[in-house]
């Protein structure tokens, strides 16, 4: 299979969709939930439902929020304790106004840095989740490995985020929709501060096929539950180590 040498952002672009995310903070989670069509959540309920337990520590990677441990508490447990991991500060100080659990138990930490570096022991994590944010990697060959490198053995890579769909008439279709009509709705939701998301459409540009994804993670993960959505336009994705 012809793999891209470079598959990510790199640096140059990863900083302009960072400062991109900076600047749509408080419009984020609506606009999120109009692109993909009120399916956001649905597809995070997916891919934690049956790969979370309790007790399990976990890396919420990418975290922004929290809403994919949100999803995990709302769904399957607050015994859990959560490490939210994310380069905007902005969005990390966000994750206690965002998940308010009342009195139930529930342990997290917060803290900031990159995929390609990421600040933890090896063997450390019973789950990892990605929810929207490994394709914003900057080199996703070393993010998955960093990502596999923290995980314990047995442990599940969670990742739920946008497809790029192998047949050639549904990428198209999906690239149609990411390049111009997603422009419009964020717009009509958001408004003025809708339009910044359309930095999207580059993000996917860079992304691999779900085919190819699939393939870099097979050679660091023993198993891959690979469900594809919205005719490929969505994945969600269950790697074990």
Same mark, same amino acid.
């Given at each position: 299979?012809?793999?891209?040498?470079?598959?990510?952002?790199?640096?140059? @672009?990863?900083?302009?969709?960072?400062?991109?995310?900076?600047?749509?903070?408080?419009?984020?989670?609506?606009?999120?939930?109009?692109?993909?069509?009120?399916?956001?959540?649905?597809?995070?309920?997916?891919?934690?439902?049956?790969?979370?337990?309790?007790?399990?520590?976990?890396?919420?990677?990418?975290?922004?929020?929290?809403?994919?441990?949100?999803?995990?508490?709302?769904?399957?447990?607050?015994?859990?304790?959560?490490?939210?991991?994310?380069?905007?500060?902005?969005?990390?100080?966000?994750?206690?106004?965002?998940?308010?659990?009342?009195?139930?138990?529930?342990?997290?930490?917060?803290?900031?840095?990159?995929?390609?570096?990421?600040?933890?022991?090896?063997?450390?994590?019973?789950?990892?989740?990605?929810? @929207?944010?490994?394709?914003?990697?900057?080199?996703?060959?070393?993010?998955?490995?960093?990502?596999?490198?923290?995980?314990?053995?047995?442990?599940?890579?969670?990742?739920?985020?946008?497809?790029?769909?192998?047949?050639?008439?549904?990428?198209?279709?999906?690239?149609?929709?990411?390049?111009?009509?997603?422009?419009?709705?964020?717009?009509?939701?958001?408004?003025?501060?809708?339009?910044?998301?359309?930095?999207?459409?580059?993000? @996917?540009?860079?992304?691999?096929?779900?085919?190819?994804?699939?393939?870099?993670?097979?050679?660091?993960?023993?198993?891959?539950?690979?469900?594809?959505?919205?005719?490929?336009?969505?994945?969600?994705?269950?790697?074990?180590?």
């Amino acid at each position: 299979m012809d793999i891209l040498k470079h598959s990510g952002l790199g640096k140059l @672009y990863w900083r302009e969709v960072i400062d991109v995310l900076k600047n749509i903070i408080p419009v984020y989670d609506k606009v999120n939930s109009v692109i993909s069509l009120g399916k956001d959540n649905d597809f995070r309920k997916q891919g934690v439902i049956k790969s979370i337990m309790p007790g399990n520590v976990i890396l919420d990677a990418g975290s922004g929020y929290g809403n994919m441990s949100k999803t995990v508490m709302e769904n399957v447990s607050t015994d859990v304790t959560v490490f939210f991991y994310d380069p905007i500060y902005e969005m990390l100080n966000k994750v206690k106004d965002k998940i308010s659990m009342g009195d139930k138990p529930f342990s997290f930490f917060l803290c900031s840095g990159v995929f390609e570096s990421i600040p933890f022991k090896s063997n450390t994590f019973d789950a990892i989740l990605c929810g @929207y944010s490994l394709r914003d990697a900057m080199d996703l060959h070393i993010a998955i490995q960093e990502l596999n490198r923290v995980l314990k053995k047995g442990g599940k890579l969670v990742i739920v985020d946008l497809g790029k769909p192998d047949n050639v008439v549904c990428r198209l279709l999906v690239s149609i929709y990411l390049k111009y009509f997603l422009s419009i709705l964020a717009f009509m939701v958001a408004g003025k501060r809708g339009i910044p998301f359309r930095t999207l459409y580059g993000t @996917y540009l860079r992304w691999p096929k779900n085919q190819e994804l699939n393939f870099m993670l097979s050679k660091w993960f023993s198993k891959i539950e690979f469900k594809k959505k919205l005719m490929g336009g969505a994945i969600v994705v269950v790697a074990y180590k």
